[in-house]
Structure formats: structure tokens, C-alpha cells
């Protein structure tokens, strides 16, 4: 099996400001968990908003309630062990003051012959390859530990390099450096062991760990310096102050003349020359109604000005790229030519973006719960 390369398309569908002064409306959730045949009650199913502790768990009757819920643009989720993962994004208006009833369907079980990588070192690394797509490869990742693997299957795809993951329940990963367990629903994952190219969906409960108090630091020192802190910043007009720079580097009209940058370092450098600085204002717009929206044509290159926590531990492991002495530099490329953005900092599409730098590493076990907000 080939190693793990980072030609990544991970895109996990993973942010309340601080900063800004616009409020969200608050909401009750009330409903029932059944299976699609005969409506069967289901019970202890968790119910949850992704990437955010906002979540509970069904009763014996299915029935659940969630009190005083902030919607964060974010996908509501239902998963219980055996069944198919239901999701789906809802507004205020379609599920405030009503009783809703989720139905989902039973999970089909791969056949014992579908199964690949039965010898566990083929295993061994079949899961390395997925958690590190998952996790990646900062100091907060390496303090992760999975509780359930064997709970995880491995298929071969109809092209014999490529495989894909299966789990028929809610994989648990415990992050001892952010406190927090990471309870993560597997849509789809598969690796090409030719190319490395990796594609990673999938839905995370957050559950804090302790006393909040014990990893406040940690938090911190995540937060400072992610793309969370940087939409944040954005909306609220703030990148000047919270550190951050912003230039624009436009599209090539003619793709020959960057033929001889086949090297990824000089590519990035003659992109960096040519980088104009842009003023938030040219980056997000807000319409009659209050949304926002991200317009940018070309890439974007934003740098913190100030050195992460994280720069380290990357460093030191020879991960990072970028010339900064000082802070850190990544690429935003958009994929489309408008993505939404709500005033909590939160992607409607979080799947439009891609990113590089340092940011490229900026996975599961260094970010942090939608609803999460520095001390």
C-alpha cells in the first residue's frame, strides 16, 4: 500500500462571533426518531447540529427535544447504530413550533467477501490512511486516540488501487489536547493508493471533555489563527486588528506562461508576486437582507501576521510552507463565484473552498465546535 500523500480533497463538512453585534434568533426543537418500516420508535439515536455540541439523544419512545437552538447554517443529523445517516440543512421556519418525525432506513452490512484488508497490517494502515486524512498531521492529532476502529470496514472499488471505508455506527475519537470527544459519522471515504488522492465526508458531534477550564488554553491558541478566526474577522471588519492581510492574486488568462512552474514552491512564489493587497470590502459583500456573501475571482492569500501555536509542532516536523519569519501564510481558491456566509462565520458550502499553506492542515484535531467562542 502506498503512502499517504497530501493531494487532498478532504472536505468534512465542518464557525457565534464575538466580534460581530448581530444576534440569532434562538428556537425550540421538538420530534420522533422511527424506522422508515412500520414506524417503529428508535431510541437513544443522536440527534445533533454538525460540528457544534448542540445535540441529544432519542428516548424510548424516539421522541427528543432540543431547548433554546441557535441555527448555525450548519446540517442537522440523525444517526443511530444499524441505520442509514440522515441529514439535512433546516430553517427556522420549517421546523420552529412544529413536531417533526425523522425516518431512516436500516444500513446494509458489506458482505464478508467485500471486505478488504483482512491481514492487519494491511488493516493497520488502511486505518492510518483514514485517520490521518481525518485528523491529520498537527500536535493536536497526534493526541487522539480512536476507542472503536474495529467498528471500521475497508471495501476494494471497481478500480483494484482504490478503496473505500464503511461503519455501520458512530466512530468515537477522544482529542485529549482540545477536550473533546469527537463522535464522527462516516458518509464516505475512499484512497487512491496510485495518487494518494483521499475524499473524506462525514458529520462530528462535539461533547466536551471536564472541567472546560482544564483545555481553555488550547482552545485558545487552535482558535487564533483558523479559518474560524479569519471569517470571523472578515464579517466583522476586523483583519486589520485581529492580524491578518489580504491580497488578490488574479487568474492567468494564459495557463502557458506558467508552464515552467512546475515546481508547487516557484508556482507559489510567482503568485505571490503577483498579489495585490485587497480591503475586506472587495472580499464580502452583504445584500438588502443582511446575508453575506464571499466574491473573489482568482485566489486568495491571506496571512497572519502573528505566529500560531501550531507553527511549531509543523515546523519542527518540516509541514509548513510559506517564506513568513513571522506568522503564516495560505490560499484560499474559490470553487465558486459566490459562497455564502452567515454572521456566525459559517459556510453555507464549506465544500467551495480549498485550501493551501498552511491552513492545508488545518483538519478535525485542530478545529473546534461552530459554537465555540474564546474565553
Known amino acids: 500500500m502506498a503512502p499517504l500523500k497530501i493531494s487532498w480533497h478532504y472536505c468534512w463538512f465542518l464557525s457565534l462571533l464575538v466580534l460581530s453585534t448581530t444576534a440569532f434568533s434562538q428556537i425550540n426543537i421538538t ?12 431510541p437513544n439515536a443522536s440527534v445533533y447540529f454538525n460540528n457544534t455540541t448542540i445535540a441529544t439523544n432519542t428516548n424510548s419512545q424516539g421522541a427528543f427535544t432540543l431547548d433554546n437552538v441557535t441555527l448555525l447554517n450548519t446540517e442537522m443529523v440523525v444517526a443511530c447504530k444499524g ?148 471569517y470571523r474577522s472578515l464579517i466583522a471588519n476586523q483583519l486589520y486588528q485581529q492580524g491578518y492581510a489580504t491580497f488578490l492574486i488574479p487568474p492567468v488568462k494564459d495557463s502557458s506562461k506558467m508552464s515552467f512552474y512546475n515546481d508547487p514552491v516557484a508556482a507559489a512564489e510567482n503568485e505571490k508576486m503577483r498579489a495585490v493587497p485587497i480591503p475586506a470590502n472587495q472580499i464580502l459583500y452583504i445584500d438588502s437582507a443582511n446575508n453575506f456573501s464571499i466574491r473573489a475571482e482568482g485566489k486568495l492569500l491571506v496571512q497572519y501576521m502573528k505566529n500560531p501555536a501550531g507553527k511549531k509542532f509543523l515546523t519542527l516536523n518540516e509541514n509548513t510552507s510559506g517564506s513568513l519569519k513571522k506568522g503564516v501564510e495560505s490560499f484560499l481558491q474559490f470553487k465558486k463565484a459566490n459562497i455564502g456566509l452567515n454572521n456566525a462565520g459559517v459556510l453555507s458550502d464549506p465544500t467551495s473552498v480549498n485550501y493551501e499553506g498552511y491552513w492545508k492542515y488545518e483538519r478535525a484535531a485542530n478545529t473546534l465546535p461552530f459554537n465555540y467562542q474564546p474565553d
Open 83 to 230: 441505520y442509514e445517516v440522515l441529514v439535512f440543512k433546516p430553517t427556522a421556519a420549517q421546523i420552529e413550533g412544529k413536531r417533526i418525525v425523522v425516518k431512516i432506513a436500516a444500513k446494509t452490512r458489506p458482505q464478508k467477501s467485500e471486505i478488504a484488508f483482512t491481514e492487519p497490517a494491511a488493516r493497520r494502515q488502511a486505518l492510518e490512511i483514514l485517520f490521518q486524512s481525518f485528523l491529520g498531521f498537527t500536535q493536536e492529532a497526534t493526541q487522539c486516540a480512536i476507542q472503536n476502529a474495529q467498528a471500521i470496514y475497508f471495501m476494494q472499488g471497481n478500480n483494484k488501487s482504490v478503496f473505500a471505508a464503511y461503519a455501520d455506527t458512530t466512530i468515537v475519537i477522544i482529542n485529549n489536547m482540545l477536550g473533546y470527544k469527537m463522535n464522527l459519522d462516516i458518509s464516505e471515504f475512499f484512497y487512491d493508493q496510485l495518487t494518494g488522492a483521499n475524499y473524506l465526508t462525514g458529520y462530528v458531534r462535539y461533547e466536551p471533555l471536564g472541567n472546560s477550564k482544564t483545555y481553555a488554553k488550547y482552545r485558545r491558541d487552535c482558535y487564533y489563527g483558523s479559518t474560524m478566526h479569519f
Open 31 to 42: 420530534g420522533r426518531v422511527v424506522d422508515e418500516n412500520g414506524d417503529t420508535p428508535i
